[in-house]
Nanobody, 120 residues
């Protein structure tokens, strides 16, 4: 059974750093992404990385501050978040797409979510 298990998150002061982890298991995945959501707002794409090639993509709001990476030996994806601000406060979710087939661009698998709160 495919699973994404998130760790990390918590409370941090503005300007600080946090790292989120997403441990994958159960099957191969194509792309692993991070999303975030604030109550009352739509879920927002944050970053994604190709599992095979390691190509990374970011939303403009986090470019230069967040880094997504993967450890293929540990089947884990990381989101290193630096220079955090109040606008980064949200519930963060990792998600994954199948590696091939008609749904290769669909995030069919989701982690349980973890809260990141940035205090000013």
């Amino acid at each position: 059974q495919a699973q994404l298990e998130q760790t990390g998150g918590g409370l941090v002061q503005a300007g600080g750093s946090l790292t989120l982890s997403c441990a994958t298991s159960g099957r191969n995945f194509g792309t692993i992404g991070w999303f975030r959501q604030v109550p009352g707002r739509e879920r927002e794409f944050v970053a994604a990385i190709s599992w095979s090639g390691g190509e990374a993509h970011y939303t403009d709001a986090v470019k230069g501050r967040f880094t997504i990476s993967r450890d293929t030996a540990k089947n884990t994806v990381f989101l290193q978040m630096n220079s955090l601000g109040s606008g980064d406060t949200a519930a963060y979710y990792c998600a994954a797409t199948p590696p091939d087939g008609p749904r290769t661009h669909e995030y069919d698998y989701w982690g349980q979510g973890t809260q990141v709160t940035v205090s000013s």
